[in-house]
Nanobody, 116 residues
Framework: EVQLVESGGGLVQPGGSLRLSCAAS????????MTWVRQAPGKGLEWVSG????????TYADSVKGRYTISRDNAKNTLYLQMNSLKPEDTAVYSC?????????WGQGTRVVVSS
C-alpha cells in the first residue's frame, strides 16, 4: 500500500523555523519526483516546492523562495521541508505528494500555525 505520512507541524512564532518530514512507503521512493503543497484556511491548494528523484533539482513557489528548503534522503525514504523565517501567511496544512500513472497520492497533512 502506498503511504505518505507527514510530521513536524505545530505552532511557531513569526520568524521561527520548523522542519517537516514525509515518510514514504509502498513504492520506490528514490525513483519519484516529490512535491510539497499547502492549503491555508479558507483557501485553495498551493504548490510549495518540488524535488526530482535524485535530489539534485529543486523548485520553489515565489512565496517561499529563499526561506524554505526541500530535501530528501532516499536511503530513509523520507522527504523534508525546512521552513525558516516563517510568516503568519505561511499558516496552512502542509502535505507531500507524488504522481503515479493512475493519479496523485497525498499524505494526510501536518498543520503549521504561525502566530504570536
Amino acid at each position: 500500500e502506498v503511504q505518505l505520512v507527514e510530521s513536524g507541524g505545530g505552532l511557531v512564532q513569526p520568524g521561527g523555523s520548523l522542519r517537516l518530514s514525509c515518510a514514504a512507503s509502498g513504492f520506490t521512493f528514490s525513483g519519484m519526483t516529490m512535491t510539497w503543497v499547502r492549503q491555508a484556511p479558507g483557501k485553495g491548494l498551493e504548490w510549495v516546492s518540488g524535488i526530482n528523484s535524485g535530489g539534485g533539482s529543486t523548485t520553489y513557489a515565489d512565496s517561499v523562495k529563499g526561506r524554505y528548503t526541500i530535501s530528501r534522503d532516499n536511503a530513509k525514504n523520507t522527504l523534508y521541508l525546512q521552513m525558516n523565517s516563517l510568516k503568519p501567511e505561511d499558516t496552512a496544512v502542509y502535505s507531500c505528494a507524488t504522481d503515479f500513472n493512475w493519479g496523485t497520492t497525498w499524505g494526510q497533512g501536518t498543520r503549521v500555525v504561525v502566530s504570536s
